[in-house]
T-cell receptor
Framework: DGGITQSPKYLFRKEGQNVTLSCEQN?????MYWYRQDPGQGLRLIYY???????QKGDIAEGYSVSREKKESFPLTVTSAQKNPTAFYLC??????????????????FGPGTRLTVL | DAKTTQPPSMDCAEGRAANLPCNHS???????VYWYRQIHSQGPQYIIH???NNETNEMASLIITEDRKSSTLILPHATLRDTAVYYC????????????FGQGTELSVKP
């Protein structure tokens, strides 16, 4: 089955430790995204990548880092510099329509999320 | 900031149509309206999107006003499984496809 996987579903870390969240997709999608969700709030964009070896900061990138070495994978590292890392983290991917001059309307597909708790 | 305004919560009786409104008065001519929903502790699920024409798929219908300043998502026969938070999103033009989520409408479908 095609889809997006995130692992693990629940993650616990001690304060001051870096932690890397996994996101893998087998949909052959070009673009991938990381969002953060706090209780009762909508999603906020952390980082996104439109092609391999390239990524851009989203609205709340401070304290996070990413890499995009393979098309299928877009891991997110939550560093010790992130002040409030406890949250629900969601990864998404999208097929990039290169032929439409930026007017691509392909929807984003989301993974099941990782709930990170920093103790 | 989100460019949409939605009521925080709505109720709907099972089997009836659920009509979820959304205001997006500052929408630009090349910005699409997207709807997603999120069941508790899961990833958001795409429902439908549109530019200016009304759209329908197997899940829902999207009605966009002629001036494009508001829209309504219609679930024609709501079931208990449609209980979720529904997000109306105006996707920014030429920004890598990112979505800006507001707080959405929490729809409760009751028996």
């Amino acid at each position: 089955d095609g889809g997006i996987t995130q692992s693990p579903k629940y993650l616990f870390r001690k304060e001051g430790q870096n932690v890397t969240l996994s996101c893998e997709q087998n949909l052959n999608h070009d673009a991938m995204y990381w969002y953060r969700q706090d209780p009762g709030q909508g999603l906020r964009l952390i980082y996104y990548s439109q092609i391999v070896n390239d990524f851009q900061k989203g609205d709340i990138a401070e304290g996070y880092s990413v890499s995009r070495e393979k098309k299928e994978s877009f891991p997110l590292t939550v560093t010790s510099a992130q002040k409030n890392p406890t949250a629900f983290y969601l990864c998404a991917s999208r097929k990039w329509d290169r032929g439409s001059g930026g007017l691509s309307y392909n929807e984003q597909f989301f993974g099941p999320g990782t709930r990170l708790t920093v103790l | 900031d989100a460019k949409t305004t939605q009521p925080p919560s709505m109720d709907c009786a099972e089997g009836r149509a659920a009509n979820l409104p959304c205001n997006h008065s500052t929408i630009s001519g090349n910005e699409y309206v997207y709807w997603y929903r999120q069941i508790h502790s899961q990833g958001p699920q795409y429902i439908i999107h549109g530019l200016k024409n009304n759209e329908t798929n197997e899940m829902a219908s999207l009605i966009i006003t002629e001036d494009r300043k508001s829209s309504t998502l219609i679930l024609p026969h709501a079931t208990l499984r449609d209980t979720a938070v529904y997000y109306c999103i105006v996707r920014p033009f030429n920004q890598g496809g990112k979505l800006i989520f507001g707080q959405g409408t929490e729809l409760s479908v009751k028996p």
